[in-house]
Nanobody, 122 residues
Framework: QVQVAESGGGSVQAGGSLRLSCAAS????????IGWFRQAPGKDRAGVAR????????YYTDSVKGRFTISQDNVEKIVYLQMDSLKPEDTATYYC???????????????WGQGTQVTVSS
């Protein structure tokens, strides 16, 4: 069993920055990928960024490229999402999830956190 927990959400003005953290614990040798997803009111949950523990390979959705950076502390099994130049459209509940595969398919992520709210005001 693996547990993941997000932290670091909050409210910020447009142009500001926030850093989210995702801490994985438990049987972490069973997972290889951490993904960040977000869900805005009235919208489906969608992938934001993901990182492979083994290869450190990263991938971003187009809307956040150049503004968000995903990184990992592979020893502590913590994944960070540095969010810069935030826009009101980034407002959402952000979730981290852990799985074996390096994919956007949410069905492949077995372990999910409770979510953390990010609100960006104009």
């Amino acid at each position: 069993q693996v547990q993941v927990a997000e932290s670091g959400g909050g409210s910020v003005q447009a142009g500001g920055s926030l850093r989210l953290s995702c801490a994985a614990s438990g049987f972490t040798s069973s997972i290889n990928c951490i993904g960040w997803f977000r869900q805005a009111p009235g919208k489906d949950r969608a992938g934001v960024a993901r990182i492979s523990f083994a290869s450190n390979r990263t991938y971003y959705t187009d809307s956040v490229k150049g503004r968000f950076t995903i990184s990992q502390d592979n020893v502590e099994k913590i994944v960070y999402l540095q969010m810069d130049s935030l826009k009101p459209e980034d407002t959402a509940t952000y979730y981290c999830a852990a799985g074996k595969l390096y994919t956007w398919d949410q069905a492949d992520y077995r372990y999910w956190g409770q979510g953390t709210q990010v609100t960006v005001s104009s």
